[in-house]
């Protein structure tokens, strides 16, 4: 079955505590991205990826990192994360360069820092 | 950069009566308008898009319409059961890349 995979889908962390969100898809596209949402926010991009080893900022890419190694991982990495970083998290992929290529998103992972 | 707005940010129809959604855009590069339903505590799913060489594209009773001159397209749902109750995002994209939502609607479908 076509999937975006992240894990785990439920985070409780304190402030400080470095912590990293998988995600994963077997639809071999190129493009990834990360979101943030939150009430009366909608969707914010993080980070997105347009291949392998090429990284961008989004709209809020502060207190995040992500990595690109291989095409079907890009983890979200809080090195250090804040109670303002609490938030539902969202990863998705799309078959980058072709109009009409819809985002296809995880499950999310709920993340909370006390 | 892209901007998306959209409106209203909560809609209460009720069932069996017609919704619609408006997003405007402001980069005239963007060429894909894809429309996103997200139940609560779910993910969103793509319901509806539509590419900006089509002025208009129906499926069953959802149907999307989209002004490229004007930099706006809208959603419209027909005939509204409960199960359409949802939060409705729209989005803009180029070529399959950057795609950015508006804030989103809350649709609340009253029996």
């Known amino acids: 079955e076509a999937q975006v995979t992240q894990n785990p889908r439920y985070l409780i962390t304190v402030t400080g505590k470095k912590l990293t969100v998988t995600c994963s898809q077997n639809?071999?596209?190129?493009?990834m991205s990360w979101y943030r949402q939150d009430p009366g926010l909608g969707l914010r991009q993080i980070y997105y990826s347009m291949n392998v080893e090429v990284t961008d900022k989004g709209d809020v890419p502060e207190g995040y990192k992500v990595s690109r190694k291989e095409k079907r991982n890009f983890p979200l990495i809080l090195e250090s994360p804040s109670p303002n970083q609490t938030s539902l998290y969202f990863c998705?992929?799309?078959?980058?360069?072709?109009?009409?290529?819809?985002?296809?998103f995880g499950n999310g992972t709920r993340l909370t820092v006390t | 950069g892209e901007n998306v707005e959209q409106h209203p940010s909560t809609l209460s129809v009720q069932e069996g009566d017609s919704a619609v959604i408006k997003c405007t855009y402001s980069?005239?590069?963007?060429?894909?308008f894809p429309w996103y339903k997200q139940e609560l505590g779910k993910r969103p799913q793509l319901i509806i898009d539509?590419?900006?060489?089509?002025g208009e594209k129906k499926d069953q009773r959802i149907a999307v319409t989209l002004n490229k001159t004007a930099k706006h397209f809208s959603l419209h749902i027909t005939e509204t059961q409960p199960e359409d109750s949802a939060v409705y995002f729209c989005a803009a994209s180029m070529n399959g890349q950057n795609f950015v939502f508006g804030p989103g609607t809350r649709l609340s479908v009253l029996p």
């Open positions: 998705a992929s799309s078959l980058w360069g072709r109009v009409g290529s819809p985002l296809h």
């Open positions: 980069d005239s590069a963007s060429n894909y």
């Open positions: 639809m071999n596209h190129e493009y």
């Open positions: 539509i590419r900006s060489n089509v």
